[in-house]
């Protein structure tokens, strides 16, 4: 019923910038907060940034400074503009949204508690 699709991945080098789109199609009714997450190879999931629908932004410490994390409440789409890309921020990047409310076909209201993207694969070499 919700689907989430990012894009903009792909291969950058060091010091090189990249921009990340995630929107989400479905009878969408309002999202919460929405946001960014990553996983290297043989590690976890890690927070990148999440952005509030009111605007309120929160960033990895890793990141800060060189990432930003912005949103479209009328597209239901966030962006991740990421700049100074280093090697270690190679990952597969992967979008959420939280509290996501829709509208059933029945015209009632139906609550997702999260919902997360395919994933799209950043990668930071020379």
């Known amino acids: 019923q919700v689907q989430l699709v990012e894009s903009g991945g792909g291969l950058v080098q060091p010091g090189g910038s990249l921009r990340l789109s995630c929107t989400a199609s479905?009878?969408?009714?309002?999202?919460?907060?929405m946001g960014w997450y990553r996983q290297a190879p043989g590690k976890q999931r890690d927070l990148v940034a999440t952005?509030?629908?009111?605007?309120?932004?929160n960033y990895a410490d890793s990141v800060k400074g060189r990432f930003t994390i912005s949103r479209d409440n009328a597209k239901n789409t966030v962006y991740l503009q990421m700049g100074s890309l280093k090697p270690e921020d190679t990952a597969v990047y992967y979008c959420?949204?939280?509290?996501?409310?829709?509208?059933?076909?029945?015209?009632?209201?139906?609550?997702?508690?999260?919902?997360w993207g395919q994933g799209t694969l950043v990668t930071v070499s020379s």
């Open positions: 479905g009878s969408i009714f309002s999202i919460n907060a």
């Open positions: 952005i509030t629908s009111g605007g309120s932004t």
């Open positions: 959420n949204a939280g509290s996501v409310v829709i509208t059933t076909s029945t015209f009632s209201r139906y609550r997702y508690r999260e919902v």
